[in-house]
């Protein structure tokens, strides 16, 4: 049987009629007690079980909703930011230290209706990959009087009705009683505190009200919400695994982490109305988060070691989510918040926190109870350090991008590394166990801090490093770019920063280590490689100050390198694209593109690929308006002679002969009068004309991409 909507077909007549009803929003089953109306008979039983709840406890029953998914005024009164109903209770088990052993183990044993209590029903649609989604937003976004995270806002004296205008312009009335007088209050006039006042009331309700009109508008729907989370987990986390898959209970989960995730998770859809349903929803946790951070920093998962892990999660997929949107005003509040998860973590002494410990591993033997007991324990840990890890890469991406100083010294890192990537993927306790049993125990002591310091030792060794993950290259990787911030290019490094020759030194052995590491895949190393093309070529010269200063003298308008225009923007253009810092900087440019365009359809998602991208696009840009439009490259690039022309000290290590030479030749720019003969010449506006369309491609995920495919146009329309 097939869907006449979308072709699905189905084995039964029922599993057809459910699955139609995601399309017409038909809603058969309806509450006796409310008259409310669900798409699914399960997902009513659930309902009617928030009446029998409410009535065993003399709660006073709320005004029946309308049958829509989310009425405007229920929403209205779950969004403003003194109304004290931002989020909705959690189970018992989420704020405990420990949760039932039976309990928890029958969570990831048993079906999965019963995992959230669902009753048995035939009518439970298993296409959906969360069964529990069609009630998720509802859930979300309850609002019980057994709410506790409620916040005490709503004892606030502010109400927009109590202010009236009179003939005269000024307010009457008094809104906090005729009784109340204050010396210090007394000299301020009465009308203009009134006015204040009101002007609060006015702004915090229209911000109830846009949040709210946006979720109304977008019109939100089950099967949507099931998407964006098994995009998020599908198609994000393998590229940016913070959050472990296998032991995911969204119950267990805050209600900000939950909708950052499925935000996330939105911008892999295909419907163009997707990336308007994603910015509702990244707004809704914005909201939430600014307005009860200070009650979310208290909860403690069932199996987290500190409070606010979760919170510290939700600020990370934040940052994410708004670093890259298409939204311009998104961006900017990201960018204005994007240090507060590490003020968070250190509240919570995230960092400070005990490792797991070997010695807590289960025996083989162990029954299932204490098998996924010591999984999940191992997981909470892992999500806590891999939460950490994560500020420090969107920390180097939005640094980068914005052209200033990062926000934290990432060289200081004292984190130590995570687990394989293979471990932390297994689905079961079984298989989790057996990967850490063949892990080395104890694992070595080393810290991203010690790591990098060593590629900067008079004598570094980087064959006594353990193997490195994709994850953990990624860090140290900011590492050394945060010392390319902090070095400067043209009047030399500061006090306490390594200079130009160690910096490369130190990228010359990180390329060793990722040519020869045996634990990632290769669309991961070439991932990973795209990262260190891009600091190579940042520490030529700043991206993002490039960019800016192209923009600057030529009068393009742009929105992707923020802050304002200043002198140390200019310098000569002309001159530098004939530099050898300008010829590294362009081979490195070619290189990204090539990445770019080699990687697999589903590795295409990586946080940093349009920055880099549009990096590689500056330099471009710049050899065009420079004349430069025909270049003559090596015919095969040896890395180790990019980095040590110049710096004999520099080890070159597996290198060819013939690749070293030519390629040393290029940086002293030998073979631009040898056009046909020796290398390979490239027209840049033809390659800056193919990357326009990479850009097209990634702003299907990235919505910044948008932003840089328009600064590209008038590039191009400079350059011919």
């Given at each position: 049987?097939?869907?006449r909507f979308?072709q699905?077909?189905?084995?039964?007549g029922?599993h057809?009629?459910r699955h139609?009803?995601?399309?017409?929003?038909?809603r058969p089953y309806?509450c006796?007690?409310?008259q409310?109306t669900?798409?699914?008979?399960?997902?009513?039983a659930?309902?009617?079980?928030?009446h029998?709840r409410?009535d065993t406890?003399?709660?006073p029953?709320?005004?029946s909703?309308p049958?829509?998914?989310?009425?405007q005024?229920?929403l209205?009164t779950?969004?403003?930011?003194f109304?004290?109903?931002i989020?909705?209770?959690l189970s018992?088990?989420?704020?405990?230290n420990e949760?039932?052993?039976h309990t928890s183990?029958s969570e990831?044993n048993?079906?999965?209706?019963?995992?959230f209590?669902?009753?048995?029903?035939?009518d439970?649609?298993f296409?959906?990959?969360w069964?529990?989604?069609?009630d998720?937003?509802?859930t979300?976004?309850?609002s019980?009087?057994?709410n506790?995270?409620?916040?005490p806002?709503?004892?606030?004296?502010i109400t927009?009705?109590t202010?009236q205008m009179?003939n005269s312009?000024?307010?009457?009335?008094?809104?906090?009683?005729?009784?109340?007088?204050?010396?210090?209050?007394?000299t301020i006039?009465?009308?203009?505190?009134r006015?204040?006042?009101h002007?609060?009331?006015?702004?915090?309700?229209s911000?109830?009200s846009?949040?709210t009109?946006?979720v109304?508008a977008?019109s939100?729907?089950s099967v949507?919400l099931d998407?964006c989370l098994?995009?998020?987990?599908g198609?994000f986390?393998p590229t940016?695994p913070?959050?472990h898959?296998g032991?995911?209970?969204?119950?267990?989960c805050?209600?900000?982490?939950?909708?950052?995730?499925m935000?996330i998770?939105s911008l892999y859809?295909?419907?163009?109305?997707?990336i308007?349903k994603?910015?509702?929803?990244w707004?809704l946790a914005?909201?939430?988060v600014?307005t009860?951070?200070?009650t979310?920093i208290?909860?403690?998962?069932?199996?987290?070691?500190c409070?606010g892990?979760?919170?510290v999660v939700?600020?990370?997929?934040a940052q994410?989510y708004?670093?890259?949107?298409k939204?311009?005003?998104i961006?900017?509040?990201?960018?204005?918040?994007?240090?507060?998860?590490?003020?968070w973590?250190r509240?919570?002494?995230l960092s400070d926190?005990?490792?797991?410990?070997?010695?807590?591993l289960?025996s083989?033997d162990a029954s299932?109870?204490?098998k996924?007991?010591?999984?999940?324990r191992w997981a909470?840990?892992?999500?806590q350090q891999r939460?950490?890890?994560g500020h420090y890469?969107?920390?180097?991406?939005?640094?980068?991008?914005?052209?200033e100083?990062?926000?934290?010294?990432h060289?200081?890192?004292?984190?130590g590394?995570?687990?394989?990537?293979?471990?932390?993927?297994?689905?079961s306790?079984d298989?989790w166990?057996?990967?850490?049993q063949?892990q080395?125990?104890?694992?070595?002591p080393?810290?991203?801090r010690?790591?990098?310091?060593?590629f900067?030792?008079p004598?570094?060794?980087?064959?006594?490093?353990?193997?490195l993950?994709a994850?953990?290259l990624r860090?140290?990787?900011e590492?050394?770019?945060s010392?390319v911030?902090d070095c400067?290019n043209d009047?030399?490094?500061?006090i306490?920063?390594p200079?130009?020759?160690?910096?490369?030194?130190a990228?010359?052995?990180?390329?060793v280590?990722?040519?020869?590491?045996?634990?990632?895949?290769?669309?991961?190393r070439l991932e990973i490689?795209?990262r260190w093309h891009?600091?190579c070529?940042?520490?030529?010269?700043?991206s993002?100050?490039?960019c800016?200063?192209?923009?600057?003298?030529y009068?393009?308008t742009q929105?992707?390198?923020?802050?304002?225009?200043?002198?140390?923007?200019?310098f000569?253009?002309?001159?530098w694209?004939?530099?050898?810092?300008?010829?590294r900087?362009?081979?490195?440019?070619?290189?990204?593109q090539?990445?770019?365009?080699?990687l697999?359809?589903g590795?295409a998602h990586v946080?940093?690929?349009?920055?880099?991208l549009?990096?590689?696009?500056a330099?471009?840009?710049t050899?065009s308006?420079?004349g430069?439009?025909?270049v003559?490259?090596?015919?095969?690039?040896d890395w180790?002679s990019?980095?040590s022309?110049?710096?004999?000290?520099?080890?070159v290590?597996g290198t060819s002969?013939?690749d070293a030479?030519?390629?040393?030749?290029?940086?002293?720019?030998?073979?631009a009068s040898l056009?046909?003969?020796?290398?390979?010449?490239?027209?840049?506006?033809?390659e800056?004309?193919?990357m326009q369309k990479?850009?097209?491609c990634?702003s299907?995920?990235?919505?910044?991409a948008?932003?840089?495919?328009?600064?590209?146009?008038?590039?191009?329309?400079?350059?011919?």
């Amino acid at each position: 049987m097939e869907c006449r909507f979308c072709q699905k077909t189905f084995s039964k007549g029922e599993h057809l009629r459910r699955h139609e009803r995601s399309h017409t929003g038909c809603r058969p089953y309806r509450c006796k007690e409310c008259q409310r109306t669900f798409s699914r008979q399960d997902s009513l039983a659930r309902h009617e079980k928030l009446h029998s709840r409410k009535d065993t406890h003399n709660y006073p029953s709320p005004p029946s909703p309308p049958s829509s998914l989310v009425s405007q005024s229920s929403l209205a009164t779950s969004l403003s930011p003194f109304g004290g109903t931002i989020l909705s209770s959690l189970s018992p088990a989420t704020n405990g230290n420990e949760i039932d052993i039976h309990t928890s183990h029958s969570e990831q044993n048993t079906p999965i209706e019963n995992m959230f209590n669902i009753p048995q029903s035939a009518d439970l649609d298993f296409d959906l990959i969360w069964p529990d989604s069609e009630d998720l937003f509802e859930t979300l976004m309850a609002s019980e009087n057994t709410n506790q995270w409620q916040m005490p806002f709503a004892t606030l004296p502010i109400t927009s009705h109590t202010f009236q205008m009179n003939n005269s312009g000024m307010e009457t009335g008094n809104a906090f009683g005729d009784k109340v007088k204050s010396p210090s209050i007394g000299t301020i006039p009465t009308g203009e505190s009134r006015r204040a006042v009101h002007n609060v009331s006015e702004m915090v309700s229209s911000l109830s009200s846009s949040v709210t009109a946006a979720v109304e508008a977008t019109s939100l729907t089950s099967v949507f919400l099931d998407e964006c989370l098994h995009m998020f987990f599908g198609r994000f986390m393998p590229t940016f695994p913070v959050l472990h898959r296998g032991t995911f209970v969204f119950r267990e989960c805050t209600q900000p982490l939950l909708l950052n995730a499925m935000a996330i998770g939105s911008l892999y859809l295909g419907p163009k109305n997707s990336i308007a349903k994603g910015e509702a929803l990244w707004r809704l946790a914005h909201v939430a988060v600014t307005t009860s951070w200070e009650t979310l920093i208290t909860h403690r998962g069932p199996y987290d070691s500190c409070q606010g892990v979760q919170l510290v999660v939700t600020a990370l997929l934040a940052q994410v989510y708004g670093a890259l949107s298409k939204n311009r005003h998104i961006r900017t509040a990201s960018q204005a918040f994007h240090a507060l998860g590490f003020f968070w973590a250190r509240q919570c002494a995230l960092s400070d926190s005990e490792p797991f410990s070997f010695s807590d591993l289960p025996s083989i033997d162990a029954s299932d109870d204490e098998k996924n007991i010591g999984w999940r324990r191992w997981a909470a840990k892992e999500i806590q350090q891999r939460s950490l890890l994560g500020h420090y890469l969107v920390d180097g991406l939005i640094s980068r991008m914005s052209g200033e100083l990062p926000s934290v010294r990432h060289a200081a890192n004292q984190l130590g590394l995570p687990s394989t990537e293979v471990a932390f993927e297994a689905r079961s306790a079984d298989d989790w166990l057996t990967q850490m049993q063949c892990q080395e125990c104890p694992p070595p002591p080393y810290t991203f801090r010690k790591i990098i310091s060593s590629f900067f030792s008079p004598q570094p060794q980087i064959d006594m490093l353990p193997q490195l993950s994709a994850f953990s290259l990624r860090v140290i990787l900011e590492g050394l770019g945060s010392l390319v911030s902090d070095c400067d290019n043209d009047a030399g490094a500061l006090i306490g920063v390594p200079t130009k020759f160690e910096l490369r030194r130190a990228l010359a052995q990180i390329h060793v280590l990722i040519s020869d590491s045996t634990s990632m895949s290769e669309p991961e190393r070439l991932e990973i490689f795209l990262r260190w093309h891009t600091l190579c070529l940042d520490a030529c010269k700043d991206s993002s100050l490039l960019c800016r200063s192209v923009c600057s003298r030529y009068g393009v308008t742009q929105h992707v390198c923020p802050g304002r225009e200043s002198k140390k923007t200019e310098f000569d253009l002309m001159s530098w694209a004939n530099t050898e810092d300008a010829r590294r900087a362009l081979l490195h440019a070619t290189a990204i593109q090539q990445i770019v365009e080699g990687l697999p359809r589903g590795r295409a998602h990586v946080i940093h690929i349009p920055n880099s991208l549009f990096a590689s696009a500056a330099v471009y840009c710049t050899f065009s308006l420079a004349g430069l439009t025909t270049v003559n490259l090596p015919s095969s690039v040896d890395w180790q002679s990019v980095l040590s022309a110049g710096y004999e000290s520099v080890p070159v290590i597996g290198t060819s002969d013939g690749d070293a030479s030519e390629t040393r030749r290029y940086i002293r720019g030998e073979l631009a009068s040898l056009v046909g003969s020796v290398g390979v010449a490239e027209n840049l506006l033809y390659e800056l004309n193919s990357m326009q369309k990479l850009f097209r491609c990634l702003s299907s995920q990235w919505g910044i991409a948008y932003d840089m495919e328009d600064v590209i146009d008038q590039w191009m329309s400079l350059c011919h």
